[in-house]
C-alpha cells in the first residue's frame, strides 16, 4: 500500500512541475505577444510588413556578407551598425591555374563626407611566400567618384617599386623603374582634353638612363616627339610633330649624322605619304590611299623625281582585290604588298612638273592606250594611241580641244608598227611600310 502511496506522490510532482513550466511558457508567449502588438501599434495603421516583423525577431543586423565573384575565392565585405554602410571589404583571388589562393586585397569604403559610399583606399598583396608575411603588390587611393586614381604604387615580389602613379592638377603622372626600383624605364602624363586622356608628356629611357624617346605638349596642344640612338653621340633618330587633333603627324627620319633627312612620312585621317631623300633631295614620294573606315591601303600614286630635283613621271597603282572582297581583321591587320596592286597608269611630265603624256596599263600588264597632251595637264588637244595584246598599234585617234574627233586611223597587226615604251616607268619601286605614329595616342592612363 506505501509503495502505490508513492507512486500517487511521484505523479502529482511531475504534474506539477509540468503546469508551472507551461504556465512559464504562457507567460513568455504573452510578454512576446505584448511586445509585438506595442511595437506594431506605433507604426503607421495597416499589416505589419515582412521587415518590421523580422526586424522584431532579429533586432541586430549583420556586421558582413560573404560574396562570391567570378574570379575571385571569396569576398567578405563589413558593414557599419546601420547594416547596410559598407566599411571595408578582404578579397581573396584565385591564382592563375583558378583554384589555388592568389592576391588578396583589402578595400576601405567611404563612410560618411563626399564620396559617401565609394571607394577610398585598396592595398593589394601577393600570395604569402612560406610562413613570412605577404609581400605588399600594390596600393591605391582613389577620388571621391571612387575611380580616378590619386596615387598608385606597385611593387615587385622582392618589394622593389616598379610603377608610380599620382594625380597633381588636373594631370596624372605615371613612372615605371627599372629592378633597382629607381632607375627609371618610362615617365608619362597625361591630361584630359575634351573628356578623353591625352599624351601630355612622355620620356622613355634606356638603361643608362639617357632618353631613348621624348613627347612634349606645344602651346597650341600638338605635339612634339623625338627618338634618340643608344650610341656613345645619342643622335636624333626621328622627329615627329602632330597637329593639336591628332588626326595629322609629319616624322623625319634621320641619317647617322642626326641631321640629313632620309625619309618624310605624313600621315592624315585617310592616307599618308612616304618621302625618300638622298643627300637632302626628294628622289621618290609615294601617296598611299586607305579605303573609307579602314587602315587598308586601296591605291597609291608613286612620284619619281630626277638628279635635279624636278618630277620626272608619276605610277598610278590599285589594289587589285576590291576592298568588298576583304573581311575586317585583313583590312585591320593585312600588311602592304605590292604584289597586291597593278600598274594602272603612268603620266609622265615636263620639266616644269606638268604632265604631257599619259600610258594605260591592262590588266594583263601590257601597254594599252599612249596619250600625248598637246597642251601640258589640258585633257584636249590630244592624241591617244591604242595597242593589241602583243604590243603592235592597233589606232591612232587624234582630238582637238573641245574633244571632237578630228583623226582616226586604224592599223592592221601584220604592219607591226610598234611604239618603245621605256620600261623604267613600269617596274615596281621596292618600298618598306613605315612605322606610323598615330595609334599610340589612343593610350589611356594605366
Same mark, same amino acid.
Given at each position: 500500500?506505501?509503495?502505490?502511496?508513492?507512486?500517487?506522490?511521484?505523479?502529482?510532482?511531475?504534474?506539477?512541475?509540468?503546469? #508551472?513550466?507551461?504556465?512559464?511558457?504562457?507567460?513568455?508567449?504573452?510578454?512576446?505577444?505584448?511586445?509585438?502588438?506595442?511595437?506594431?501599434?506605433?507604426?503607421?495603421?495597416?499589416?505589419?510588413?515582412?521587415?518590421?516583423?523580422?526586424?522584431?525577431?532579429?533586432?541586430?543586423?549583420?556586421?558582413?556578407?560573404?560574396?562570391?565573384?567570378?574570379?575571385?575565392?571569396?569576398?567578405?565585405?563589413?558593414?557599419?551598425?546601420?547594416? @547596410? @554602410?559598407?566599411?571595408?571589404?578582404?578579397?581573396?583571388?584565385?591564382?592563375?591555374?583558378?583554384?589555388?589562393?592568389?592576391?588578396?586585397?583589402?578595400?576601405?569604403?567611404?563612410? &560618411?563626407?563626399?564620396?559617401?559610399? @565609394?571607394?577610398?583606399?585598396?592595398?593589394?598583396?601577393?600570395?604569402?611566400?612560406?610562413?613570412?608575411?605577404?609581400?605588399?603588390?600594390?596600393?591605391?587611393?582613389?577620388?571621391?567618384?571612387?575611380?580616378?586614381?590619386?596615387?598608385?604604387?606597385?611593387?615587385?615580389?622582392?618589394?622593389?617599386?616598379? /610603377?608610380?602613379?599620382?594625380?597633381?592638377?588636373?594631370?596624372?603622372?605615371? +613612372?615605371?623603374?627599372?629592378?633597382?626600383?629607381?632607375?627609371?624605364?618610362?615617365?608619362?602624363?597625361?591630361?584630359?582634353?575634351?573628356?578623353?586622356?591625352?599624351?601630355?608628356?612622355? #620620356?622613355?629611357?634606356?638603361?643608362?638612363? #639617357?632618353?631613348?624617346?621624348?613627347?612634349?605638349?606645344?602651346?597650341?596642344?600638338?605635339? %612634339?616627339?623625338?627618338?634618340? +640612338?643608344?650610341?656613345?653621340?645619342?643622335?636624333?633618330?626621328? /622627329?615627329?610633330?602632330?597637329?593639336?587633333?591628332? @588626326?595629322?603627324?609629319?616624322?623625319?627620319?634621320?641619317?647617322?649624322?642626326?641631321?640629313?633627312?632620309?625619309?618624310?612620312?605624313?600621315?592624315?585621317? +585617310?592616307?599618308?605619304?612616304?618621302?625618300?631623300?638622298?643627300?637632302?633631295?626628294?628622289?621618290?614620294?609615294?601617296?598611299?590611299?586607305?579605303?573609307?573606315?579602314?587602315?587598308?591601303?586601296?591605291?597609291?600614286?608613286? +612620284?619619281?623625281?630626277?638628279?635635279?630635283?624636278?618630277?620626272?613621271?608619276?605610277?598610278?597603282?590599285?589594289?587589285?582585290?576590291?576592298?568588298?572582297?576583304?573581311?575586317?581583321?585583313?583590312?585591320?591587320?593585312?600588311?602592304?604588298?605590292?604584289?597586291?596592286?597593278?600598274?594602272?597608269?603612268?603620266?609622265?611630265?615636263?620639266?616644269?612638273?606638268?604632265?604631257v603624256s599619259e600610258i594605260s596599263i591592262a590588266d594583263d600588264g601590257n601597254v594599252e592606250t599612249i596619250s600625248v597632251l598637246e597642251v601640258p595637264d589640258m585633257h584636249y588637244p590630244r592624241v591617244?594611241?591604242?595597242?593589241?595584246?602583243?604590243?603592235?598599234?592597233? %589606232?591612232?585617234?587624234?582630238?582637238?580641244?573641245?574633244?571632237? &574627233?578630228?583623226?582616226?586611223?586604224?592599223?592592221?597587226?601584220?604592219?607591226?608598227?610598234?611604239?618603245?615604251?621605256?620600261?623604267?616607268?613600269?617596274?615596281? #619601286?621596292?618600298?618598306?611600310?613605315?612605322?606610323?605614329?598615330?595609334?599610340?595616342?589612343?593610350?589611356?592612363? %594605366?
Open positions: 500500500m506505501s509503495g502505490e502511496r508513492r507512486q500517487s506522490s511521484l505523479l502529482q510532482l511531475e504534474m506539477e512541475v509540468m503546469n #508551472r513550466k507551461n504556465g512559464l511558457f504562457l507567460a513568455l508567449l504573452a510578454v512576446l505577444a505584448l511586445a509585438l502588438v506595442l511595437s506594431l501599434g506605433s507604426c503607421q495603421q495597416g499589416k505589419p510588413t515582412t521587415e518590421q516583423i523580422s526586424d522584431l525577431i532579429f533586432p541586430q543586423a549583420l556586421s558582413s556578407r560573404l560574396e562570391l565573384h567570378a574570379g575571385e575565392l571569396s569576398r567578405q565585405v563589413y558593414y557599419a551598425s546601420d547594416g @547596410t @554602410t559598407k566599411v571595408s571589404a578582404t578579397i581573396h583571388y584565385k591564382g592563375e591555374d583558378g583554384k589555388s589562393p592568389g592576391k588578396t586585397a583589402y578595400v576601405s569604403y567611404r563612410t &560618411k563626407g563626399a564620396g559617401f559610399g @565609394t571607394i577610398s583606399h585598396v592595398k593589394i598583396f601577393y600570395p604569402q611566400i612560406d610562413s613570412g608575411p605577404a609581400p605588399i603588390a600594390r596600393e591605391i587611393e582613389l577620388d571621391v567618384d571612387g575611380k580616378t586614381f590619386l596615387t598608385d604604387n606597385q611593387y615587385r615580389t622582392d618589394g622593389s617599386l616598379s /610603377h608610380t602613379g599620382r594625380m597633381s592638377g588636373g594631370r596624372y603622372s605615371s +613612372s615605371d623603374f627599372q629592378a633597382d626600383g629607381r632607375s627609371l624605364v618610362r615617365y608619362r602624363e597625361f591630361a584630359r582634353d575634351a573628356g578623353a586622356w591625352i599624351v601630355a608628356e612622355e #620620356r622613355i629611357y634606356f638603361p643608362d638612363g #639617357r632618353v631613348s624617346e621624348s613627347t612634349q605638349t606645344t602651346p597650341d596642344n600638338g605635339l %612634339e616627339l623625338n627618338a634618340y +640612338s643608344d650610341t656613345p653621340e645619342h643622335q636624333l633618330v626621328w /622627329h615627329a610633330a602632330v597637329n593639336q587633333y591628332r @588626326t595629322n603627324a609629319v616624322t623625319d627620319y634621320y641619317a647617322a649624322d642626326g641631321k640629313t633627312v632620309f625619309e618624310r612620312v605624313t600621315e592624315e585621317y +585617310s592616307s599618308y605619304t612616304v618621302e625618300a631623300f638622298q643627300d637632302g633631295k626628294l628622289v621618290e614620294s609615294r601617296l598611299l590611299v586607305r579605303g573609307f573606315g579602314s587602315r587598308q591601303v586601296d591605291s597609291m600614286d608613286v +612620284s619619281i623625281y630626277g638628279a635635279d630635283g624636278k618630277l620626272k613621271f608619276v605610277q598610278s597603282w590599285n589594289r587589285k582585290t576590291p576592298e568588298s572582297d576583304v573581311s575586317d581583321d585583313d583590312q585591320k591587320v593585312e600588311p602592304l604588298d605590292l604584289f597586291a596592286f597593278k600598274l594602272d597608269m603612268v603620266r609622265i611630265s615636263n620639266s616644269a612638273g606638268e604632265t591617244d594611241t591604242t595597242f593589241r595584246a602583243d604590243g603592235t598599234v592597233e %589606232e591612232v585617234i587624234a582630238y582637238n580641244g573641245v574633244g571632237n &574627233k578630228i583623226k582616226d586611223e586604224k592599223h592592221d597587226a601584220s604592219e607591226n608598227l610598234r611604239q618603245a615604251v621605256d620600261p623604267e616607268l613600269l617596274k615596281p #619601286r621596292p618600298f618598306h611600310e613605315p612605322t606610323q605614329i598615330l595609334p599610340r595616342f589612343d593610350s589611356r592612363p %594605366e
